[in-house]
């Protein structure tokens, strides 16, 4: 697991000891929108597992102001986007080691509400928006996320690596923490019973274990029946993916360089 707290990375262990005791648990630490911190922890996994079974890309922000990391880039798409593209490609060879691993990434029908789409704009725009205005460019990275997983799945064909998205419903899990009125929100919707993650952990669970999903790569699956869902465009046009694929691998590497 990643995590950028010590403590919080303590009491998530104990929590799932408690469940399961017999659990090996190992942390990588590091900041995910930093992409050289993507990169180190992406090299220290590959380097303590050289074969991986699963790869579960669940790790997102929705901020509600623009903020720029050290690195120049929009911190929603960082996180959101960047770093599991970054971390997913650093460890594809100790995937597919594997013989027949399973790549879960987090989407969202947020994506639909993604607004006007821009390449390779999107991915550097660094221009301030309201709380209201960022809806849209989380829907964006969501987006991004399902047109990811679809050139993946394209590019590991032929190696037992399957990719696909998820669509986790409404889930309680602190998202949305940076709005001023957000805990009393979530003491609200705890009481009535609205929003339990477990439901949206299902559906990642059920991707990745259950034989159903056996073989099935690219696609993109709703909470609760997890049938298929056809996503929003430009997700599902395979040449706007491959562009997005190279245009994200381009500027990446420029990043690394200029390190």
Do not use: C
Request: charged share 25%.
């Amino acid at each position: 697991m990643t995590a950028r707290s010590e403590s919080k990375a303590e009491a998530t262990e104990s929590i799932i000891k408690n469940m399961a005791p017999n659990a090996e648990i190992d942390f990588f630490f590091g900041d995910l929108s930093l992409m050289k911190d993507v990169k180190r922890i992406g090299n220290e996994i590959k380097a303590s597992y050289p074969k991986i079974d699963m790869l579960i890309n669940n790790a997102g922000l929705h901020a509600f102001e623009q903020r720029i990391t050290s690195e120049g880039f929009p911190e929603m798409v960082a996180v959101n986007y960047f770093a599991p593209w970054l971390l997913t490609n650093i460890l594809t060879e100790s995937l597919i080691n594997s013989g027949n691993a399973r790549i879960v990434n987090v989407a969202s029908e947020a994506s639909r509400n993604h607004g006007e789409f821009k390449l390779p704009y999107d991915l550097t725009d660094i221009k301030t928006f309201t709380s209201r205005e960022s809806s849209s460019l989380y829907g964006k990275t969501k987006l991004l996320n399902i047109m990811f997983t679809g050139a993946l799945a394209r590019k590991l064909e032929g190696t037992g690596v399957t990719v696909n998205a998820i669509n986790p419903g409404f889930n309680v899990t602190g998202l949305g923490r940076e709005l001023w009125f957000a805990s009393i929100l979530e003491h609200i919707l705890k009481f009535l019973h609205i929003g339990d993650p477990r439901r949206g952990a299902d559906i990642i669970i059920r991707l990745a274990l259950e034989e159903e999903y056996e073989g099935v790569t690219g696609g993109y699956f709703n909470v609760g029946t997890g049938k298929p869902i056809i996503p929003v465009q430009p997700a599902g046009n395979s040449d706007i993916e491959d562009k997005l694929w190279n245009y994200t691998k381009e500027l990446l590497e420029v990043k690394e360089d200029l390190n």
